[in-house]
């Protein structure tokens, strides 16, 4: 008849919840069990938080780059001139821009002028970097053109500049101030070249939400730009922004292709693998380290479960003598295992999809608390700590903790089944 019982059966349900549940005057384990499911449910609220923590950093990362610079840079060998300089510029950045934008894949193929100068406003100096560019592909890049996080009126743009909210706040600029832009390469004259200075009124102030950029970034028409670094009729560099950014390397062959011999292609994963496979190897490290601390916490389950097998050594005699078997007393305590870790991962889960989800009022907490300070963007680039949920990474801290609970619990389980039940009664 033993044999006929089907596993899990409700009486071995029973018996698991007596024991969960009982005092520890009766030979329970309560305290043991408590402080298990708190440890489950902590360690997986901190594997979910990190998780998305990590996932919401690339992708603030990611998005920042692919919504503020090029996602491929073309721009041509350097050739020595006449006078024994380097020229790298495009004249016929026109026909280049054209030939890049018919590529199947590009969305858009923009001509810039880059250079670096000096902006000033009144007693406020920056050193800032110039982008000299047409409207129409400035408002093609959707972190600066976002009139969400911009100032002013973005079509006046070719009447004056551009600046990054950074920019503007180191010179205390505002839209409608004239800064000044210096550059020591100015103004040719018969006794040399002198720095030139223009002055122009700010019509747009942007937010790329990367510290630096908005830091050190100026737009300027492109012609204005061609004339204030004596690059008339040709351009540095082609910005191209392609459908798939995630796929810009299989690209490159034909972008290379159209842009012609003499030119070089710059993608966005050159300038900024070396971040996202340090990124990537810390993710991994951090991972390791907290599947460890999930461990540590289902290694709680195993004492107490050793403390109950011994505790209810009588039981487990008396339980044997009327016909359970030894698969029921295994599961039996197979199950008071597996429900802590259960209802621990639960409860893990909640709090790291609720943290996730509420991330900026609990940082803006702790930001007070500490008396501000806490994030500084200046060295971590972006403006506030992100946290982007994902199923992918709930279902890997829930396998994990799962699997970790259930795996752990067989070992005790086995013990209290392979217990001999006259020795349990011998001296009862």
Known sequence: MANSTPPFAPF???????????RRAEGGV???????????TLAVFALIATLAVRSGFRAEFVDTILGANAHVTVYNLGVTSETGQIDRTIPDYTEMAARLAAVPGVTRAAPLVRGQVMANLKQGNAGVEVFGIELADLKGLPRIADPTTGLGDINRFDAGIAIGS???????ATVGDRIKLISPNGVKTAFGTSPRVNAYEVVYVFSAGRYDIDRTRVYLPLTEAQSFFNREGVATEIEVMVENPE?????????????????QTWT?????????????VEDNVMFIILSILVLIAAMNIVSGLIMLVKNKGRDIGILRTIGLTEGSILRVFFICGAFTGLIGTALGVILGCLFALYIDPIFSFVNVVMGGGVWDPSIRGIYALPA???LADVLKAVGLSLGLSFIVTIFPARRAARMNPVEALRYE
Request: hydrophobic share 50%; no cysteine; net charge negative.
């Open 166 to 172: 950074g920019v503007a706040r180191e010179l205390g």
């Open 247 to 263: 796929q810009v390397d299989e690209m490159t062959q034909a972008l290379q292709t159209a842009a012609g011999e003499r030119a």
């Open 268 to 280: 966005w994963r050159d300038a900024s693998g070396g971040f996202l496979r340090a990124l990537e």
């Open 388 to 390: 982007q949920l994902q």
């Open 30 to 40: 309560s305290v043991m069990t408590w402080i298990s499911l708190i440890g489950i």
């Open 12 to 22: 071995e349900w029973m018996i698991a919840w007596r024991y969960l549940r009982a």
